[in-house]
């Protein structure tokens, strides 16, 4: 029997799908209500915002702790 509630449960396709076998973490921080509108703005417009995110902390951490970056 099928649930058509429209509460809980898996949705096809929900989510965003992964690249390849590596895992997926969620990351929380805060921002603003005007940087979380033009994030979210990029998003539905397909920047690729999470691998943009990914390359910036990775820059900011080999600066920081003065590591080489790939």
Not at 18 to 45: H, I, M, N, Y
Request: proline share 9%; hydrophobic share 30%.
């Amino acid at each position: 029997m099928k649930d058509n509630s429209t509460h809980g449960g898996p949705r096809p396709n929900a989510g965003r799908p992964r690249k390849g076998e590596q895992p997926r973490v969620p990351l929380c921080f805060s921002v603003d209500p005007d940087t979380a509108q033009k994030a979210r703005k990029l998003r539905k417009a397909g920047f690729e915002l999470n691998a943009h995110i990914e390359g910036l902390i990775s820059d900011k951490y080999a600066w920081y702790f003065n590591e080489d970056y790939l």
